[in-house]
DNA sequence: GCAAAGATTGCACACTACGCAAGGTTTTGA
DNA sequence: TCAAAACCTTGCGTAGTGTGCAATCTTTGC
C-alpha cells in the first residue's frame, strides 16, 4: 500500500481533531466553541483544521464508517430468508459501530441539539441508504420495494442508536433488537387488517 | 384574531425572502448567493433578512406545512384498517404540499445540494414524526411499532416527493401510491419468508 | 541524497450572524 | 382621536467562518 506513514499520520490527526471538536462539544455546546480552540485543543493551526474538515461540525462527525463491502456482498448473495438476511446485516453493522461508542455517544450528543451535523449525517446515509437499495435490487424485484426496506433498515439503526443512548444498561445489540421488533411488528400491523 | 396587518405583513416578508432565495438559489446555487443579494432581491436590508431567518438555508427552508390538528385527530380516531387510515393521512398531507409545488420543487433543488438545509429540514421532519408517533401509539400498543410506523410515513412522503421531482408528468398523488405500493410491499417481504 | 509531492502555516479577505441603539409604523385603549 | 406601548426596520460594530495564495518544511520514491 503506497498509503504509508504520510496516510497514517493523516487519519490520524483527523481523529484527534474529532477527538477534540467532540470533547469541547459535549462540555461547551458546539455553538460555544470556535474553530480556534479546536484546533489549539489539536495542536494545530487554524487554517490545518480547515484542511482535514470543511467546518467544525463535519470534525464533530468525522468519517463514520460505511456498510463494509463483505456486509453488502452477503447481503446480496444470501440465500436465506430475506428479514433474517437483513437483521444479520444490521447487526453485523452495529457491530462494526460499537467498536467506537465513546465517539458514537459524543456524535449523538451533538445531533441532538446540531442542525448542521445532522444535515452532515443526512448526506453520508442518502449514499449508504443508496447502496442499500441498489443491493436489496436484486433481493426483491420491484425498486419501491428495495428503496422501502433500505429505509426500513437504515432508520433502524438511527433508532437503536437513540435507544442506546436514552436507555442505560441496554447494550447496542440488544437496542437492534427492540428496534427490530418494532419493525417487523409495524409490518405486521401493515399487512394483517386489525381491528 | 389579534394577529392582524402587522402579523400578515410578516408572514408576507417571510414568504418574499423564501421566494427570493429559492429563485437564486436555483439560478446560481444557493452557496454562490449571499444573503445580501437576497436581502436586496426581496428589498430589504441585510439586517431584516435576519430578523426572519437564522441563516439562507433556513430561508431556502421556509416554513414547510406541518401535520395538521385535525388529519392527526383523525388519523387517532380513526376506527378502520390502520394501513388505510395511515394511506389517508398521507394521502392529505400530500394534498396539502400539492398547494405550493413551484416552492416544493425549488426547495427540493437546493437539498440536493446543500447539507445545512438538510439538517434544517430534518430536525423540522424529528419533530413531526414524534407527533405522529405519538398519535400512532394509541393505536398500536407498542412504542417501538408506532415509531416504526411513524418512520415509514415521513419517509414515504420524502420518497414520493423525490419521486415526483424525477418522474416528470407524475402528480404527487400518483408518486405517492407507488411508494406506497413500495412500502406495503416491503412489509410483506418482512413477514412472509420467500424463497 | 535529491527532486517531486504533500503538509502546515500566516496572512488577507469576503462573508455570516448577531447585539445594540436610533428611528419609524402599527396597535391599543382611554 | 391621540398618545403610549409594542413592534419593525435599519445602520453600525464586531466576533467568527472559510478559502486562496505563497512561503516553508516533511515525506516519498528513485
Same mark, same amino acid.
Request: proline residues 2%; aromatic residues 6%.
Given at each position: ?24 462539544? $459535549? ?112 433481493? $426483491? ?37 427492540? $428496534? ?16
Amino acid at each position: 500500500m503506497t498509503l504509508s506513514l504520510r496516510e497514517k499520520r493523516r487519519q490520524e490527526t483527523a481523529r484527534d481533531i474529532q477527538k477534540s471538536t467532540l470533547e469541547l462539544a $459535549v462540555s461547551h455546546d458546539l455553538d460555544n466553541v470556535t474553530t480556534e480552540e479546536i484546533a489549539a485543543a489539536a495542536g494545530i493551526s487554524t487554517r490545518t483544521f480547515f484542511n482535514y474538515y470543511a467546518n467544525k461540525e463535519a470534525a464533530a462527525i468525522g468519517h463514520p464508517p460505511s456498510f463494509r463491502d463483505d456486509e453488502i456482498e452477503a447481503l446480496r448473495t444470501g440465500s436465506g430468508d430475506l428479514a433474517a438476511d437483513l437483521k444479520l446485516f444490521l447487526d453485523r453493522h452495529i457491530a462494526t459501530l460499537a467498536g467506537d461508542e465513546d465517539i458514537l455517544r459524543m456524535v449523538g450528543k451533538v445531533l441532538q441539539s446540531n442542525e448542521k451535523a445532522r444535515g452532515i449525517l443526512d448526506g453520508f446515509l442518502m449514499t449508504e441508504r443508496h447502496v442499500l437499495t441498489e443491493c436489496l435490487s436484486e433481493r $426483491v424485484g420491484n425498486r419501491q420495494t428495495a428503496a422501502a426496506l433500505a429505509s426500513y433498515a437504515t432508520d433502524a439503526i438511527g433508532r437503536a442508536i437513540f435507544l442506546w443512548e436514552h436507555a442505560k444498561s441496554m447494550s447496542l445489540n440488544e437496542a437492534l433488537d427492540v $428496534v427490530w421488533g418494532g419493525v417487523i411488528d409495524a409490518s405486521r400491523v401493515l399487512i394483517k387488517p386489525n381491528r
